[in-house]
């Protein structure tokens, strides 16, 4: 066991699947020498060599497009989009190849790409440096859409993202990069794609949640706790393929749900749990189904980024306005 | 051969003019009278092939189809010059390349008749599925090289894409990635003056296509598209430098597309019937025509024997496509992921139990 965060986590799953796999290559921005703006690549290079940890031409639709090419040829290529608003110019290789090559060559030419996305707000950057599209990512059919919220889920989703025979986004929620630090065991494991995880057991209502909500639900906890509240906690882990039995069964128990994203909040994964809970779990209802996600705005920047994010007492202020309804 | 013929200069190889006349003889490919004939008789099953599949086309058999009518040379010349180990990454226009790689005229039909199964290309050996996005394969093409060269292979990659296709953004990042990472790429660039509608020279301003590789540290040759013997002289040469020198080429094969864009274009609307019969003067397979005639190697009656031979046989076998495929609801559903989600599984599940409601109503 050593301690380890999120970054830490990466870097030492990504380090696993090199030594053990020599068609694992790894590349990007800044991803070689550097070890990428966010460190998470660090030494890799130094380890592995430059014909296995690169830097890229600076060119996301290429990155993109040359994984499909090194994945038919064999290859499992996992790939960096610096930031998570950098990733749109290679929506059409992602959109257009990587989900559609499986189908297209009926099988022939399988796509075990993982491309590691930066998401999320809450770091006081840029525009383009805050964004949670996730659910942009989850609607297309042949992506898996994965997001760690601990350093130990990201080192198991990570590497069964890249042992996985289908196309992996991994989405890392930059703003606890650093903020959690977990004893990790530095053997191989793997967290399975598709399984979300209960965190809390609760009665009164479930809060689904992932990436960096995970924390700031944790906090709404402790005032849930001191209002008398008995909150289960769904971490999602995997947003596409949806757990839709962990938390079918939960809703059931429990009665009501409160979705949890800084996603803008129309047409998002949150719309889809709300689908889930009406679909499987109507006749256990005791209060509508809450989401409580970000506006339909692009990210204010930082001086107003706090309008925008979802708070600890947010959080809690839809708990309980669902306990009590 | 890329100093002798400087893309900057405009220059372009050509073997043979319009009478099918040698002109440059130094140039000539080595080829025995046999590998000749080949060559023609693959051309004209090209030709053959793609008239058949548009006449079904309008028979209301297929669905839309590009044809390669005038262009046959290039896919042919690649054909001949890509082993059973390198790697043909297509656009859409390239039959002549897809059947030399192994691509069944079966799955040629299936694809047309509109059946994914017609792009498993089961007997062919590295050959990507063809690509709609414009230029977006050509990135893959980058791709491949560079496995090719990781994995230490003595494999080559072809990409394709249309004139229209430069003028994409992907076009400029394969070829800088290529160029960047010095793989074994042969970009080829069919110029057949338009797409779809629009003219080669509202695509760019450059003097050529073939001198863009200047701009990536590549080498790039023009190359008459129509010259059946440039092609291949140009092919063999570029897929020996890229072996050896593991770097990328640009090719660009200078050619016209007689026929429509696809079977729901019409050219009359964009282009003259003058400049369609100047085009004709320069058609490949008339041009390599009359240099076999005049060495004994060719007649029209052996064309017209070896035409209904071809006829027959596409015919035979488009019919047996026709009553043997099938598209059941599980195709439909298990190939987008290599694992299939649960979720899925429980779509066709509840998809099922509609039919058996609906057959349970007859």
């Not at chain 2, 192994?102 to 994914?116: L, P, Q, S």
């Not at chain 2, 025509?289 to 209904?308: C, F, G, H, I, Q």
Request: net charge negative; proline share 5%.
């Amino acid at each position: 066991m050593k301690a380890m965060n999120i970054v830490n986590a990466v870097n030492d799953a990504l380090d696993i699947k090199l030594t053990e796999d020599n068609n694992v290559v790894v590349y990007g921005e800044d991803v070689g020498f550097e070890g990428g703006v966010f460190r998470v690549t660090e030494g890799l290079q130094k380890k592995h060599g430059v014909e296995r940890v690169f830097d890229s031409p600076l060119a996301e639709s290429g990155i993109a497009g040359t994984a499909v090419g090194m994945a038919a040829a064999g290859l499992r290529p996992v790939i960096e989009m610096q930031f998570c608003g950098f990733i749109y110019p290679a929506f059409n290789q992602i959109i257009s190849h990587i989900t559609r090559m499986h189908n297209r060559s009926r099988g022939r030419y399988k796509m075990p790409i993982v491309i590691r996305l930066p998401y999320g707000g809450g770091i006081n950057a840029l525009e383009h440096h805050s964004e949670s599209m996730e659910a942009i990512f989850a609607h297309i059919p042949g992506l898996k859409v994965v997001v760690p919220s601990t350093p130990h889920d990201a080192k198991g989703l990570l590497i069964s993202a890249i042992e996985s025979d289908d196309p992996v986004l991994f989405l890392e929620p930059k703003r606890i990069y650093r903020a959690i630090k977990q004893e990790v065991s530095e053997e191989k494991f793997s967290v399975p794609i598709g399984k979300a995880k209960v965190l809390s057991q609760g009665t009164d209502v479930t809060v689904v949640a992932y990436g960096a909500m995970i924390r700031e639900v944790q906090k709404a906890m402790v005032m849930a706790k001191e209002a008398g509240y008995s909150v289960e906690l769904i971490d999602l882990r995997t947003i596409y393929p949806l757990d839709k039995e962990t938390i079918t069964a939960s809703v059931k128990k429990t009665g009501r749900i409160v979705f949890v994203g800084e996603e803008p909040r129309s047409f998002g994964v949150g719309s889809e749990i709300m689908a889930l809970a009406n679909e499987e779990a109507f006749l256990h209802l005791e209060a509508p189904p809450k989401r409580v996600a970000a506006f339909d705005v692009i990210v204010p920047y930082p001086r107003g980024e706090h309008h925008y994010m979802i708070t600890p007492d947010k959080i809690f202020y839809a708990i309980e306005r669902t306990i009590k309804y | 051969m890329f100093d002798q013929f400087d893309p900057a200069e405009d220059k372009m190889l050509q073997v043979i003019d319009n009478n099918g006349k040698v002109i440059s003889k130094e140039l000539m490919p080595d080829l025995s009278d046999e590998e000749m004939v080949k060559l023609y008789k693959e051309m004209l099953f090209v030709r053959t092939l793609d008239f058949m599949i548009v006449s079904y086309q309008r028979q209301g058999r297929v669905y839309t189809y590009p044809p390669n009518y005038g262009q046959e040379a290039i896919g042919v010349a690649a054909g001949a010059v890509l082993r059973h180990e390198d790697w043909l990454v297509p656009a859409f226009r390239e039959l002549g390349a897809w059947l030399a790689k192994g691509v069944t005229m079966k799955e040629i039909f299936m694809f047309n008749m509109g059946f994914e199964d017609g792009l498993r290309f089961g007997e062919a050996n590295h050959v990507l599925p063809f690509s709609v996005p414009i230029a977006s394969q050509l990135i893959h093409g980058a791709g491949i090289g560079y496995a090719i060269k990781y994995q230490k292979k003595d494999e080559v990659a072809m990409a394709f894409v249309g004139d229209g296709g430069t003028s994409e953004g992907d076009f400029h990042e394969a070829l800088n990635f290529a160029g960047v990472w010095k793989v074994p790429v042969i970009f080829v660039v069919q110029n057949n003056q338009y797409a779809i509608s629009v003219p080669v020279k509202m695509q760019t301003a450059s003097t050529n296509i073939a001198v863009k590789s200047v701009a990536y540290g590549i080498k790039g040759l023009k190359v008459d598209g129509n010259d059946i013997f440039a092609m291949l002289a140009a092919f063999r040469y570029a897929h020996e430098y890229a072996r050896k020198e593991q770097q990328a080429v640009l090719i660009e094969a200078v050619t016209y597309r007689k026929g429509a864009h696809t079977t729901s274009d019409d050219p009359t609307k964009y282009r003259t019937t003058n400049e369609e019969k100047e085009w004709d003067k320069k058609d490949p397979l008339r041009r390599m025509k009359l240099y076999l005639e005049k060495k004994k190697l060719w007649s029209d009656a052996e064309e017209e024997r070896v035409t209904e031979e071809y006829k027959k046989e596409i015919d035979r076998q488009f019919m047996e496509t026709e009553e043997t495929v099938q598209y059941p609801l599980e195709d439909a559903l298990k190939y987008t992921y290599a694992e299939m989600p649960q979720d899925l599984r429980d779509q066709q599940i509840e998809h099922e139990k509609f039919l058996q409601w609906k057959n349970a109503r007859k």
